[in-house]
């Protein structure tokens, strides 16, 4: 279920936007889960936040790689 970030990667830019939006919108529905306890398993929101990095790592590659040029 996790995502590795060559697999982010290779996702192209409103992809990629995309993939962020519902990352973050998932992230908010398991925190309200959390706070009324009735997420069961833990490791879905630590993999959530890790595929956000995932998503942001990358947009900012893209970002600073675009401004080189």
């Known amino acids: ?9 290779a996702l192209s830019d409103e992809r990629l936007k995309e993939e962020e939006f519902s990352t973050r919108l998932e992230l908010m529905n398991l925190r309200f889960k ?23 790592t990358v947009a900012r590659e893209r970002e600073l790689m675009g401004g080189a040029l």
């Not at 279920?1 to 990667?9: D, G, H, Y």
């Open 1 to 9: 279920m996790r995502a590795k970030i060559e697999t982010v990667r």
């Open 34 to 56: 959390v706070a009324t306890r009735q997420l069961s398993d833990p490791s879905e929101l630590r993999d959530a936040k890790r595929r956000l990095a995932h998503i942001l």
